[in-house]
T-cell receptor, first 113, second 114 residues
Framework: GDSVTQMEGPVTLSEEAFLTINCTYT??????LFWYVQYPGEGLQLLLK?????DKGSNKGFEATYRKETTSFHLEKGSVQVSDSAVYFC????????????FGKGTHLIIQP | KAGVTQTPRYLIKTRGQQVTLSCSPI?????VSWYQQTPGQGLQFLFE???????NKGNFPGRFSGRQFSNSRSEMNVSTLELGDSALYLC?????????????FGNGTRLTVT
């Protein structure tokens, strides 16, 4: 089945630093790709998504581009804030959603002022 | 609009017992999915219900079952509990299939099996 691999962290950065969280996937088809975020004390919520190759998802200053050739969907932000501290999950959904979403293990991001 | 509500928040059971968890989706959402979250395995898909029908099922034993009611509320049941069933169980709702619509997660039910 599908699998998603992401750096687990914790990743600690200073405010205004550049952020990259790597995510790669394996899939037999062409999945939709997602980043979900879990802020302290809250449930998981969708951050951004991309449904086909070369699509770029963006939200709240975060971006990720669906790269079929490298099977990657890396999350980036140019200048992080303390409020971005959270756990970030990369996820893939196969065609038709037969197996639900396949999630990575999550990356705990800590932003220091 | 109220979010996804899961009850109870915490449960402690002993091996061999059974447990039922409840999930109320966001109003208007027709799909409910369940996930198990553990430190070792991360988030794993259990099943998805859409309009009272199980649409998909993950790789879990038959002890794990669920159902969805006509008002889209869903329950999952775990019978003959094992220590390894200790986990955070997350429910998520979406307008349509989880493939096409973003998932909205509840805060989960923390199950501890002793």
């Amino acid at each position: 089945g599908d699998s998603v691999t992401q750096m687990e962290g914790p990743v600690t950065l200073s405010e205004e630093a550049f952020l990259t969280i790597n995510c790669t996937y394996t899939a037999t088809g062409y999945p939709s790709l997602f980043w979900y975020v879990q802020y302290p004390g809250e449930g998981l919520q969708l951050l951004l998504k991309a449904t086909k190759a070369d699509d770029k998802g963006s939200n709240k200053g975060f971006e990720a581009t669906y790269r079929k050739e490298t099977t990657s969907f890396h999350l980036e932000k140019g200048s992080v804030q303390v409020s971005d501290s959270a756990v970030y999950f990369c996820a893939a959904s196969d065609g038709g959603g037969a197996d639900g979403l396949t999630f990575g293990k999550g990356t705990h991001l800590i932003i220091q002022p | 609009k109220a979010g996804v509500t899961q009850t109870p928040r915490y449960l402690i059971k002993t091996r061999g017992q059974q447990v039922t968890l409840s999930c109320s989706p966001i109003s208007g959402h027709r799909s409910v999915s369940w996930y198990q979250q553990t430190p070792g395995q991360g988030l794993q898909f259990l099943f998805e219900y859409f309009s009272e029908t199980q649409r998909n099922k993950g790789n879990f034993p038959g002890r794990f079952s669920g159902r969805q009611f006509s008002n889209s509320r869903s329950e999952m049941n775990v019978s003959t509990l094992e220590l390894g069933d200790s986990a955070l169980y997350l429910c998520a709702s979406s307008l349509e299939s989880s493939y096409n619509s973003p998932l909205h997660f509840g805060n989960g039910t923390r199950l501890t099996v002793t």
